[in-house]
């Protein structure tokens, strides 16, 4: 008589991605974020993980969780595996769709960098779909099916396929710029600030105006673009990026009041998933976006 054995059972797909992420990311809130899923489901499928491999991953207490003995040992392997299941879904995606691209950048980079250029983008390539997402913070490319990220960043990575510098300078509306001669004149004015850039203005007029106390005085906007279109409107200086306003320079309708620039320790950079393959479709996207760059 034959005997057939069961064959053992590989646990819960889900409930290793709920691992592998809380366990790299240090806490279930922040794998709950990157999974889509509440912090709740995250905790129930690391719980039934344990209860079929029989040990504990996590030690719970008040200031959070973290990894047990043997929690740290698996980790190292389950973010490789991940990380290649990512990398072949992320291929698999871009073959199955290969005129579909999907960017993510920054709000200010979005809508001040990248907008203006996708007009030209689409002429140069018909056909091809791009789709934009504004994020405050860079994805995680092995965790989420982005084709490029675009966002200032403090250093250069490997995976980088494009950097280009920055400067910060003032600028306002034609109007404004006549009653500015000097830079200690912006003690008096109407001073716009970004609330995620607001050191701009301090790291400007350390340069600037060395030793002189200057504090801008104005309103502050959580939307970089809103800025922008207030300076537009005339409503004060605005502490700028150049890369983000050189359309409104070339055009007139900002100006730089004064000489001084302040290189920026930031850049921006243009990456994609480490690892991957780039099509020929997202090299043209590259090349198009920044050639004028190079």
């Known amino acids: 008589m034959a005997v057939s054995p069961p064959t053992p059972r590989i646990p819960s797909l889900n ?17 709950a974020e990157e ?12 719980k039934s993980l344990e209860e079929e491999i029989g040990a504990a991953l996590f030690v719970r207490n008040a200031r959070g969780v973290a990894l047990t003995p043997i929690g740290r040992r698996a980790l190292p392997g389950f973010v490789d595996v991940f990380d290649r299941l990512a990398t ?26 990248l907008a203006p250029r996708l007009p030209g983008l689409r002429n140069s390539l018909p ?16 965790r989420v099916p982005f084709d490029i990220c675009l ?4 250093e250069i990575r490997s995976d980088d396929v494009w950097t280009e510098a920055d400067a910060l ?56 673009a809103v800025a922008v279109e207030e300076a537009l409107n005339g409503a004060g200086v605005l502490m700028a990026h150049r890369s983000l306003v050189e359309g409104h320079l ?22 994609i998933q480490p690892g991957t393959r780039i099509p020929e479709i997202l090299e043209n996207i590259i ?3 920044t050639k004028e760059h190079r």
């Open 15 to 31: 409930a290793l991605r709920a691992f592998e992420a809380a366990a790299r990311l240090g806490g279930f809130a922040l794998a």
């Open 88 to 113: 072949a879904v992320h291929e698999l995606r871009q073959d199955a769709a290969p005129h579909k691209v999907h960017i993510a950048a920054l709000p200010a980079l979005a809508q001040l960098w």
């Open 169 to 224: 300078l003032p600028v306002c509306a034609p109007e404004l710029a006549e009653t500015l001669t000097r830079p200690g004149e912006l003690k008096s004015a109407v001073c716009l600030t970004d609330a995620t850039w607001k050191d701009d203005w301090r790291l400007w007029a350390a340069s600037a105006m060395p030793g002189e106390d200057f504090v801008p005085k104005g309103p502050v906007y959580s939307l970089y």
């Open 127 to 142: 056909g091809v779909d791009i789709s934009v997402t504004a994020l405050e913070t860079p994805p995680n490319l092995k």
């Open 250 to 271: 070339r055009s007139g309708r900002l100006v730089a009041p004064f000489t001084q620039t302040v290189p920026l320790t930031q850049k921006i950079s243009m990456w």
């Open 151 to 154: 966002f200032y960043s403090d």
């Open 35 to 46: 999974l889509g899923v509440t912090p709740g489901a995250v905790a129930a499928q690391i």
């Open 287 to 289: 090349d198009n976006l």
